[in-house]
């Protein structure tokens, strides 16, 4: 049974940077990615960021594109999401999904399953 950790969430002012991780254990199975998804109290789950295992293409939410970056570590089973210039409204608990078959790496409903979440607090 594969298990998804999130960490690296914190509170950070508004410009700072955060690196979020995303630790995959129990892995019995090959996914073709792993992304990253934001949930803001009161708003729906967001897809921010998704990244291909093979060949490491990349998906990016229109509001996230030239600050996120996603990233990967084969050897570590490990998604990393740098993020910089963070604006408050990017508060929000983050969480790491799998997606096991080739669906897309920009449609939500693609992904499979998620870790607990990781909590990001920017203030202005």
């Known amino acids: 049974q594969v298990q998804l950790v999130e960490s690296g969430g914190g509170l950070v002012q508004a410009g700072g940077s955060l690196r979020l991780s995303c630790a995959a254990s129990?892995?019995?199975?090959?996914?073709?990615?792993t992304g990253w998804f934001r949930q803001a109290p009161g708003k729906e789950r967001e897809l921010v960021a998704g990244?291909?295992?093979?060949?490491?293409?990349?998906y990016y939410a229109d509001s996230v594109t030239g600050r996120f970056a996603i990233s990967k570590d084969n050897a570590k089973n490990t998604v990393y999401l740098q993020m910089n210039s963070l604006k408050p409204e990017d508060t929000a608990v983050y969480y790491c999904?799998?997606?096991?078959?080739?669906?897309?790496?920009?449609?939500?409903?693609?992904?499979?399953?998620w870790g607990q979440g990781t909590q990001v607090t920017v203030s202005s």
């Open positions: 990244i291909s295992w093979s060949a490491g293409n990349t």
């Open positions: 129990g892995r019995t199975v090959s996914v073709y990615g």
């Open positions: 999904a799998d997606q096991v078959e080739s669906y897309g790496l920009g449609y939500p409903e693609g992904y499979d399953y």
